[in-house]
């Protein structure tokens, strides 16, 4: 059971919209900001979204990260069959002293 | 650029101790940066494991502590984990990862991972 709850499953056709939610606590999310990780199958996961809604260099602006208290959520527009991968959430947790991830999310493109 | 690569046993016997060592290449471990562990079991989630500061200053996992050392080695360009008293469910693909600090406060930089498998 991981302390960060996501949908295990999300799915869009090319073009569209999806959201993927990411649930915490005070204090991890509603404390802390929040990272989004993309894993590719087969491969090390790749920061996407740092300090809630930043893009590392190199990300494209279809991916977009938001939070509002305890909870986050990753945004993913003009949807790509190359977006399909698993997606985590990651914050620190004050009460653990520790990092905590989201279980993942399988993002399927139709 | 900055690499990571990951080495140790691809199996252990359960009860035994998971040792792994993970090289940085392209970059100073001595930089103001978190090396941590992070592992996945097989067709599941991230689970971090801790990380360790130049200085050997270290964060575990409250559920991994008391089965968990980090070290680090400054002359090597290296750090490495060892887990005491595995079983099966240590089985995973272990992940070495940089935590930026300057720019990100996330971990920026992985290794490509190592599977290890808990079996007698």
């Known amino acids: 059971q991981s302390v960060l709850t996501q949908p295990p499953s999300a799915s869009g056709t090319p073009g569209q919209r999806v959201t993927i939610s990411c649930s915490g606590s005070?204090?991890?999310?509603?404390?802390?900001?929040v990272n989004w990780y993309l894993q590719l199958p087969g491969t090390a996961p790749k920061l996407l979204i740092y300090?809630?809604?930043q893009r590392p260099s190199g990300v494209p602006d279809r991916f977009s990260g938001s939070k509002s208290g305890t909870s986050a959520s990753l945004a993913i527009s003009g949807l790509l069959s190359e977006d399909e991968a698993d997606y985590y959430c990651?914050?620190?947790?004050?009460?653990?002293?520790?990092?905590?991830f989201g279980g993942g999310t399988k993002l399927t493109v139709l | 650029q900055v690499q990571l690569q990951e080495s140790g046993p691809g199996l252990v016997k359960p009860s035994d101790t998971l040792s792994l060592t993970c090289a940085v290449s392209?970059?100073?471990?001595?930089?103001?940066?978190?090396w941590g562990w992070i592992r996945q079991p097989p067709g599941k989630g991230l689970e971090w494991i801790g990380y360790?500061?130049?200085?050997?200053?270290?964060y575990y996992s409250p559920s991994l502590k008391s089965r968990v050392t980090m070290s680090v080695d400054t002359s090597k360009n290296q750090f490495s984990l060892k887990l005491n008293s595995v079983t099966a469910v240590d089985t995973a693909v272990y992940y070495c990862?940089?935590?930026?600090?300057?720019?990100?406060?996330?971990?920026?930089?992985w290794g490509q991972g190592t599977m290890v498998t808990v079996s007698s």
């Open positions: 005070y204090y991890n999310i509603e404390t802390n900001p």
């Open positions: 990862a940089r935590k930026d600090e300057e720019n990100y406060d996330a971990f920026d930089i």
């Open positions: 990651a914050s620190w947790d004050d009460s653990l002293t520790g990092w905590v």
């Open positions: 392209g970059y100073s471990i001595n930089n103001n940066n978190w």
């Open positions: 300090s809630n809604s």
């Open positions: 360790i500061y130049y200085t050997g200053s270290t």
